[in-house]
């Protein structure tokens, strides 16, 4: 579709600083990179540096304006394309995508500080795998007959609802984008994204990627700030479905927006997220996957972070000092050095938040923070956000570390004697995203795994999202379901029913 020239080139540039340079001050629109229409940018800065790499535009009413216009438009033809021929061009967008995975993975490590070998290359990975899933379900969107009288022909279809509205965030942004792009193009809707004010550029680059295979105007990219980008995108008349990913304060002012035009919103919040580990578990499998579930290579910043562990007593000192040795080991430093384990936290702002809670929890009495991982040594990494992981022990649940999302590498083990008071603790949340249990007793942790308040639990394992699996919270976590086919026909269709009346 691309046949014009374009700042950044077709093939794969693996060095992200040039790319950073070449995506700078250009929303995605109607096809095509355009500047903002106010002509005011704001910086994109690499938190491993505190260096600007790029500037992305500042979007306002004008430019959602015309990215929805450009979508409305769209969309009335993209929905006429069969089913299947959606699908077979988001699989060809998916393809493409792979290709460019490395490319994608340096430049969302530049942006974001997560390191390239433990995190960005993984996120690269994941969305194309989510394109290739949803790809493959346009003939899933079926609809069915409904018994009614004899001379009656009654039917269901699905419709698409028209443009969508999605707002991401920063700790993920290509896969939570990518799970609200694939499903709703299609289903044969158009998409108008507003990214994240600290990650605009990997998500700028997927949307220019994909243009090169689906119709202008199908997928829209816009960037800016939430008051003034984010919701007049979400207040737009022409605007019939929003979905968003982000804080628990914001989606509530997302959902108020829908709300006053009635229309439906998917919302994915925070969590506070429990790992449950019995004494039978086994030990050294459970230690790493505590490492894993807190996603300390990704600094903690993830909704799912296993940000509460309950540890049976029994094994709860040993448990302790095997996961300190073990997050010792890792290694903290420049993103984009294969050598790193643990990258950097995304902003100034976000790494003052993590600050305030560790300070707070050390301040506590009766509680130890267990400080682990060296600070990089590197003198260019100086003015990089970067901070230790901390392990609590001894913060009891009134505590605000843990109750509230920290977002950060923290996290508070508290040691239990039985399975009903641990459930009520792990319930005793206002999330309810994602729990684990590590256990080899299926019959305690099937019981548990059933009353745990939650969206997603596993048990032995605590994997992030995967396609064909339903995701999302109950509770203050959200509201609807991501990276399903479930997903796709709730939430970006409706149910029309057609009657023939053949008497
Ligand atoms: P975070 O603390 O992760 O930045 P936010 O919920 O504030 O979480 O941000 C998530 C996304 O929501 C970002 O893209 C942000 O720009 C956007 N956003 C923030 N405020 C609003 C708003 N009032 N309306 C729409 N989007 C918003």
Request: proline share 6%; charged share 20%.
């Amino acid at each position: 579709m691309l046949d014009r020239p374009m700042p950044t080139p077709a093939a794969p540039l693996l060095d992200p600083f040039a790319l950073a340079k070449a995506l700078s001050g250009y929303h995605f629109i109607g096809g095509g990179y355009v500047p903002g229409r106010n002509g005011k940018n704001f910086a994109v800065v690499n938190p491993a540096t505190g260096q600007q790499v790029a500037e992305a535009a500042e979007g306002d009413a004008a430019d959602v304006e015309a990215a929805v216009q450009n979508a409305a438009k769209a969309q009335k033809e993209w929905a006429k394309l069969p089913a299947r021929k959606r699908g077979a061009l988001v699989h060809q967008c998916a393809a493409l995508l792979k290709e460019h995975q490395e490319e994608l993975a340096k430049l969302i490590a530049l942006e974001t500080g997560k390191a390239l070998r433990t995190e960005s290359r993984v996120e690269a990975g994941v969305v194309a795998d989510i394109f290739e899933f949803f790809g493959g379900l346009g003939s899933e969107l079926k609809g069915e007959s409904v018994p009614f009288a004899p001379n009656v022909l009654s039917v269901t279809v699905r419709e698409p609802l028209g443009v969508v509205g999605a707002i991401i965030p920063w700790n993920v942004p290509m896969l939570l984008m990518a799970l609200k792009v694939a499903p709703a193009l299609v289903a044969g809707n158009s998409v108008v994204v507003k990214s994240a004010e600290e990650a605009p550029l990997a998500v700028l680059r997927i949307c220019e990627l994909m243009n090169r295979i689906l119709p202008p105007g199908v997928f829209n990219m816009l960037s800016g700030f939430g008051p003034e980008c984010g919701a007049p995108l979400v207040s737009h008349p022409l605007v019939r479905k929003v979905t968003f990913t982000g804080s628990v304060e914001t989606g509530k002012i997302v959902a108020r927006a829908a709300a006053e035009k009635l229309v439906p919103v998917t919302l994915e919040l925070g969590g506070k997220s429990p790992m449950i580990v019995f004494a039978d578990c086994d030990f050294e499998k459970t230690v790493a996957g505590a490492l894993t579930s807190m996603r300390f290579t990704r600094q903690g910043q993830s909704c799912t972070a296993a940000s509460r562990i309950y540890v049976e007593r029994p094994i709860f000192d040993r448990f302790v000092t095997a996961m300190k040795d073990a997050v010792n080991k890792m290694v903290m430093g420049d993103p984009l050095d294969e050598k790193t384990d643990i990258g950097t936290i995304v902003s100034e702002g976000q790494l003052q938040k993590v600050k305030a809670f560790i300070e707070e929890g050390t301040k506590t009495p009766g509680a130890t923070a267990h400080v682990c991982s060296a600070m990089p040594s590197d003198p260019a990494l100086k003015k990089g956000l970067f901070i230790q992981p901390v392990i609590f022990t001894g913060l009891t649940k009134e505590s605000r570390l843990v109750r509230e999302e920290i977002f950060g590498p923290v996290t508070v083990i508290a040691p239990f004697d039985d399975p009903e008071s641990v459930l009520a603790e792990a319930n005793d949340s206002e999330y309810g995203l994602a729990a684990s249990l590590w256990t080899n007793n299926l019959k305690v942790g099937l019981d548990l795994a059933h009353r745990l308040e939650a969206g997603l639990v596993q048990i032995n394992q605590n994997l992030v999202v995967q396609a064909n699996l339903s995701y999302g919270g109950v509770k203050s976590s959200g509201l609807g379901k991501e990276a399903s086919l479930e997903a796709m026909l709730e939430h970006f269709t409706h149910k029309k029913t057609i009657m023939v009346n053949m008497a």
